[in-house]
């Protein structure tokens, strides 16, 4: 088996690895140094601190953006938000007041505007799509217990449709909140990292 041969480096260095044998290996400098050897009389561990390059401004920030973007909310916490909880809360306010009112609607519409605000950017348009769904399945879980006898899907179908037309504001107006807010934080956003 033939041993390797201590050869020298573009900078005229010889180094020499590990088991190298020959006429050189004795003059060569070892290829690989441990921690607080000496590498022309200066320690290793400072020769790398002192060949590290000095942060660019645009990744720390780009970093304090990252970090403050991790309390925002992700997509299955939207989708909790807005679909889960206004059902929760419909179902409780009609088995107490027998029907949908302000309670679950101003819940819906606030937690909607909420995640929008507070959503995390790759998900930006998640509010404004996951409204018009939750509030739907909203009316579709309530109406089971509004709606009752024969032939219950076409009277829970008419159910839902006489409530969409009745509530209409209430999914509309969060729903355009969402979306316009989404477009503004869009907007920002790209300003932000558009700026040197």
């Known amino acids: 088996m033939n041993k390797p041969v201590a050869t020298k480096a573009n900078k005229g260095r010889l180094y020499r690895s590990i088991g190298a044998s020959g006429a050189q290996a004795d003059q060569a400098r070892q290829a690989v140094a441990k921690r607080g050897d000496l590498a022309d009389g200066v320690a290793v561990d400072d020769l790398v601190k002192s060949r590290r390059k000095p942060k660019d401004k645009k990744k720390s920030k780009k970093t304090t953006k990252t ?68 509030y739907f399945l909203m009316l579709v879980a309530v109406s089971f217990l509004e709606v009752s006898g024969t032939n219950l899907i076409p009277r829970v179908a008419a159910w839902v449709v006489l409530e969409l037309g009745t509530n209409a504001l209430w999914l509309l107006l969060p729903t355009a909140a969402a979306a316009g807010l989404g477009v503004l934080r869009a907007v920002l956003t790209r300003r932000a990292e558009q700026q040197p």
Request: glycine share 8%; no cysteine; net charge positive.
């Open 67 to 134: 970090k403050s973007a991790g309390n925002r909310l992700s997509l299955l916490s939207v989708v909790f938000a807005v679909v889960l909880i206004p059902i929760a809360v419909a179902f409780v306010e009609t088995l107490v007041t027998g029907q949908i009112g302000l309670v679950a609607n101003i819940t819906f519409a606030a937690l909607v505007v909420l995640s929008a605000v507070f959503v995390a950017k790759d998900g930006l348009f998640a509010p404004a799509v996951a409204a018009p769904i939750g």
